[in-house]
């Protein structure tokens, strides 16, 4: 039980008897990412906070190349995560490919969530017939080819520096070079599961409300797959954020904190 | 005007060269985006770069719509979370679609600018072109891959060849248990120089060889594999292990290789039911004998090394082999076993003989002693193979399942 926590670099904050949230990073980064937003929540819910495998500060023993060849493990990771923590009723809020990584889990145990945010997310970032994700398989064989000629680059590129910032003095203090490191096998691997994965099928099997958070102009997740998000899960609701790009949770934390925040203490409120 | 003050107006000129000449001629692109990445100013050498005309960016293009789409992945993941996160990214492999739609591969700088609230204002963007480091890199990545295979195949040939020189399995003697077990140096992946090879030679008539070649890897294994079979060619013709030895001497030496070999034969024959072993030493640890007494005891006298001296000096030793006895013969692996500066040495190998005498798998179960004793990582190869009379002749079937317990 310890183990799967320290695999996952879990932390946990905030109120240990309120309801929990677990936060969930995307393809790329770390829990990092939720640096300006999970806070917000410190007050009333008991906040959780993890690395997917393979990314971040994450035991490299936690990757397994088969049972991570798909979405599912990342789920069965988040069920796994939560069970450990004993975590009911959980409010899971997820960027980018963790959007689909929390569909997937709510249908795998729909019991344990009562409710989603899914920041950003896309079912299926590949065009299809009658349905645009904004990539062809060119783009996405482009993509996986630039990792590996890359990756001589993608080995190190972001490693490195984390420096000194003025304006935010609090974050260098905090954050470890892990931010945005991965192994460039992995970061391949996991790219290939994600943008090859095709959930549209499980978004009519979520029980749980959920929350789409959509940007203006974001080049990963159009607007167009948003509203499909919303419109395709059972009791879905989209917010468009005055934001541009793909992780409001870092461009815009106030707007993001802002909408997570009336959806889940509404729901609250009337739950 | 002396010469002092002429550098200094020389130097004051410098420093008053036209800002805009410098930013616009800058040795590298250089971008102005608001935080969202809308370009709103880009200068001359970027322009040239991708050869986009200045009305076409400012004001219009984000930076990252200049990405390919593996390029925009990246931006949205990685480079925009970064710049957002420590305000500053630097040697960041792009490729930027030119307008003819050509690819050009650059490196990025990036740095943010912010407000004196922290709010960020604008990012300040330098590109460089990176065409001539990209093929290089590209040529690095093509002779690492090429490295990679290459490895594979020469491991995959190492474990090929391992497999021509050690037999899978030992072969069945009628009447006689034989047992064997075989652990290359380290991981594995070179071939080691040690060998053993049972073989028929008539009816009730076998040998048991076993050596050790100076060395490791191909060169080795050729010799190797020359020993091997020129003991199995010579066991045909001649009657006495050590007739053997003194023939692959010959052979060694006319070879011409600086490579020599320590090898112990047997020659395990049968007679009425009843067999007997001929052993002989070519500079090689003595086979031990556990018999009737129970003592472990060295069979024989040591001869020379194979492949050295022009004269050797060779001996058979014969031992009539009674029920429950056993014969183990070892490679230099075993006794030179260590862990610190300690060895496996002699008494240890007498006491795991012993203990393990009547063992399924005598020869596997040494082996696991000198491992455990070196904590699991063989520093020399260790080749093992023990021959065992049973007390009850072996009915087959019982014969069978002692062979399906070996792993190999």
Known sequence: MEDILARHNVTVTGRADGPPVVFAHGFGCDQHMWRFVAPAFEDAFRVILFDHAGSGSSDPSAYDAARHGSLQGYADDVLAICRALDATDVVFVGHSVSAMIGVLAEVAEPERFSSLVLVSPSPRYLDDEGYVGGFDEADIREMLDSLDSNYLGWSSTMAPVIMGNQERPELSAELTDSFCRTDPHIARRFAEVTFTSDNRADLGQVRAPVLVLQCTSDAIAPVSVGQYVADAVPHGTLVMLDATGHCPNLSAPEQTTAAIDRFVRGDALVG | ?408
């Open chain 2, 1 to 408: 005007m002396n010469s002092q003050t002429a550098s200094e107006a020389f130097y004051a000129a410098l420093l008053e060269d036209d800002p805009e000449r410098l930013y616009e001629r800058a040795p590298c692109g250089y971008l102005s985006t608001t935080p969202d990445g809308i370009i709103v100013k880009a200068n001359a050498t970027f322009l040239d770069l991708t050869g986009y005309d200045r009305e076409e960016l400012v004001g219009r293009r984000t930076f990252a719509e200049l990405l390919t789409a593996g390029g925009r992945i990246y931006h949205e993941t990685h480079y925009a979370p970064l710049l957002h996160m420590q305000g500053t990214v630097r040697e960041v492999t792009f490729d930027l679609v030119r307008a003819d739609g050509e690819r050009l591969p650059v490196l990025v700088n990036a740095a943010v600018e912010s407000d004196s609230d922290g709010a960020p204002r604008v990012v300040r963007v330098a590109v460089f072109d990176a065409t001539q480091r990209r093929a290089y890199e590209h040529e690095l990545l093509v002779a690492k891959q090429r490295a990679e295979q290459s490895e594979a195949r020469a491991q995959a040939l190492a474990r090929t060849l391992q497999s021509t020189l050690i037999p899978p399995s030992p072969p069945e003697l009628p009447g006689l248990e034989v047992s064997a077990a075989y652990r290359p140096a380290g991981d594995g992946e070179e071939v080691g120089g040690d060998f053993y090879d049972i073989f028929q030679v008539g009816q009730d008539d076998w040998v048991v060889a076993l050596g050790d070649v100076c060395g490791k890897g191909v060169d080795a294994a050729v010799v190797t594999a020359l020993v091997r079979y020129t003991i199995r060619a010579l066991s045909m013709q001649r009657e006495q292990p050590s007739e053997v030895l003194v023939a692959l001497n010959d052979v060694l030496l006319a070879q011409g290789t600086d490579r020599f070999c320590t090898v112990a034969l047997a020659r395990l024959r049968s007679a009425g039911g009843t067999w007997s072993a001929t052993l002989s030493s070519g500079g090689h640890p003595l086979a031990l004998h556990r018999g009737q007494g129970g003592a472990v005891l060295p069979v024989g006298q040591a001869g020379s090394l194979v492949g050295v001296l022009e004269v050797v000096d060779t001996h058979d030793h014969v031992v009539e082999l009674a029920p429950g006895d056993v014969l183990v013969l070892y490679t230099d692996g075993v006794t030179e076993g260590r862990r610190g500066r300690e060895f496996f040495g002699d008494e240890r190998l007498r006491r795991s003989v012993q203990q393990h005498a009547d063992s399924p798998l005598p020869a596997e179960s040494i082996l696991a002693d000198v491992l455990d004793f070196q904590e699991g990582s063989a520093r020399d190869d260790i080749a093992v193979v023990a021959v065992r009379m049973p007390v009850v002749p072996p009915a087959s079937a019982v014969h069978q399942q002692v062979r399906e317990e070996s792993p190999s």
